[in-house]
């Protein structure tokens, strides 16, 4: 693509500004879950109930919040090395939390339709970058697409 040179950088930077916070919501209620899990989260420090809601909600979904979070991870440090194999971890770490949204918008103890939805909303627009930088050719590493 010809054009700006600048322009892969500021597309990079709106990646990471919109995807950091994402991924720092999303470990925030991992370690809220987790010490809940433990009995190790004070009562009192949060507006909704969660001790009531991983009563509700069971282990095997809470799984699919915790490897989406580690793709998310995983992700972000790709995203910030400029590597190609981010787009492919975005991917995976989107489709994921849109699963965990589904089950957790389906418990009706947590209603999870905003900050879920602007959460695969920040996944969809970091992902968009990514590709953006891909066919920029601003990414490094492996081609996902064989014989490239």
Same mark, same amino acid.
């Given at each position: 693509?010809?054009?700006?040179?600048?322009?892969?950088?500021? *597309?990079?930077?709106? %990646?990471? @500004?919109? #995807? *950091?916070? !994402?991924?720092?919501? &999303?470990?925030?209620?991992? +370690?809220? !879950?987790?010490? &809940?899990?433990?009995?190790?989260?004070?009562?009192?420090?949060?507006? =909704? !109930? =969660?001790?009531? #809601?991983? &009563? /509700?909600?069971?282990?095997?979904?809470?799984? *699919?919040?915790?490897?989406?979070?580690?793709?998310? *991870? +995983? %992700? @972000?440090?790709?995203?910030?090395?400029?590597?190609?194999? +981010? =787009?492919?971890?975005? %991917?995976?770490?989107?489709?994921?939390?849109?699963?965990?949204?589904?089950?957790? /918008? +389906?418990?009706?103890?947590?209603?999870?339709?905003?900050?879920?939805?602007?959460?695969?909303? /920040?996944?969809?627009?970091?992902?968009?970058?990514?590709?953006? @930088?891909?066919?920029?050719?601003?990414?490094?590493?492996?081609?996902?697409?064989?014989?490239?």
């Amino acid at each position: 693509m010809q054009g700006n040179r600048n322009w892969p950088r500021a *597309i990079k930077w709106v %990646a990471l @500004l919109v #995807f *950091i916070p !994402d991924v720092l919501y &999303a470990s925030g209620w991992f +370690a809220m !879950d987790v010490l &809940a899990r433990l009995s190790l989260w004070p009562r009192d420090w949060n507006a =909704i !109930d =969660i001790y009531g #809601f991983i &009563a /509700t909600h069971p282990l095997w979904a809470e799984m *699919i919040f915790f490897v989406g979070l580690g793709f998310k *991870i +995983a %992700a @972000l440090v790709q995203m910030i090395r400029s590597r190609l194999s +981010a =787009i492919s971890l975005l %991917a995976v770490a989107v489709v994921l939390h849109f699963a965990d949204w589904v089950l957790l /918008t +389906a418990n009706g103890y947590y209603s999870a339709t905003l900050d879920g939805g602007l959460q695969i909303m /920040t996944g969809i627009v970091a992902l968009a970058c990514q590709v953006y @930088l891909h066919l920029s050719g601003a990414l490094t590493g492996r081609s996902l697409i064989p014989g490239r």
